[in-house]
């Protein structure tokens, strides 16, 4: 046996998320179902992140067994291959140790998530991120974010169905810019709850939109429940930018993919 | 009768092109159908570059005439309103003289082509790059690049469509960098003829490969036939990002676009 990790870029647009369901393609499916050409029977693929419908992903990380051992560029190759004309790819892939998971093995999770902050609606962003015509104010919103660094019950931003066992998450990074007509957040940690990153956001907008004092997102964390926060952010503005593991797994660091 | 500018973005993936056309889509149809709900009759809208099919466009300009002089904000509104669900938008809008001209006013534009050099094919990126899995010699393309700089006769490079009455043109810019798994060209001059940057890049693209020495480019420059050119670089890879006049028109330098 031998395991593989694989760097994995989607457009969610097409998904109905990282797991396999009955009302549509999940990515999930498809690459276990490009993997089974390569083996004589199903492959289960493991994922660090198990992203929504709709959120993206440039720089996902999974694991798969295969019987033999075969070259790593190849393997990314052939299920480039079999996973057409799906919009997901394989950048790259490593023969990893048989007790390393994409999943617990992972030590921080990158997130990015796009705000379009302009009157006009979005033409060539459609479905990449989050249309808000009203400008909002960066640096409120960055004073806010700063409240949640750190090691905190993070209840009041955790969808109901979350299945981890702790509400507490350590947050490493909650940064708010501007790059021209878009809000850019970028949220790292090494693990976060379902929805925790759209749900920060949500809130986050609030204060940028001046409904809230950047206090507010200190208020709303302390509360420890959902309706203390904002509404959750939509999924199309959500990225999974990169997942770091103890020692490199693709060879050095992985550029990050320029994407238009 | 009061003359307005129009600042434009769209995703050339939905369209035939700029121009009317009875195959399909065209974003100048869209454009003026919509401004025909703001008017009593037909309204004509010209264009600065009339981008052809797949070909985006982040920073296109446009004029059309309207009789009554509404505010400008409203007015890119009403159009953006008009042109749903179409992957067009109008960025920003202004009152401008009324022998200002889009097309003949303009006195430089500049196009971005992006290139993904990657061995994957492009997820994400799909209909926004041209997929090159070699990877290019960015130093070589951009020395071949130098030789088309300055006045010259185009017609290397020059479609067989086109209908400009000089091959003429002088070419201010024409920069190969890469950023991250692109390879972007950065091509500005006062006009171009049909398919030249396109053109330009398919034979950078040979450069990028080895297949030809970077003074092969002013070898297939000074032949002056199709001929002695590389071929068409497909259109998704190319953006009409900037259109410049000798004052701004819609108040200061326009911020350019941030699209994932």
Redesign the interface.
Known sequence: MTRFALLV???GAGFVGWQRQADGPSVQAVMETAAAHLADGPVAVTVAGRTDAGV?A?GQVAHLDLARAIDP?KL??AL?FHM?PH?????RAAIVADDWNARFSAVQRGYRY?ILN?????????G??WHVPHTLDVAAMAAGARHLLGRHDFSSFRAASCQANSPWRTLDRLDVDR????VIVQAEARSFLHHQVRNMVGSLKLVGEGYWPPERMHTALAAGHRSAAGPTAPPEGL?LVEVKYAEAVFGGPA??????
């Open positions: 870029e989607y457009d993206h440039i560029g990314a190759q480039n057409k919009r997901v790819c394989v950048l796009v302009r009157r006009a609606r979005p033409a060539l962003a459609a990449r991120a790059a021209a007509d878009c990225f550029e990050e993919a320029v994407v238009f």
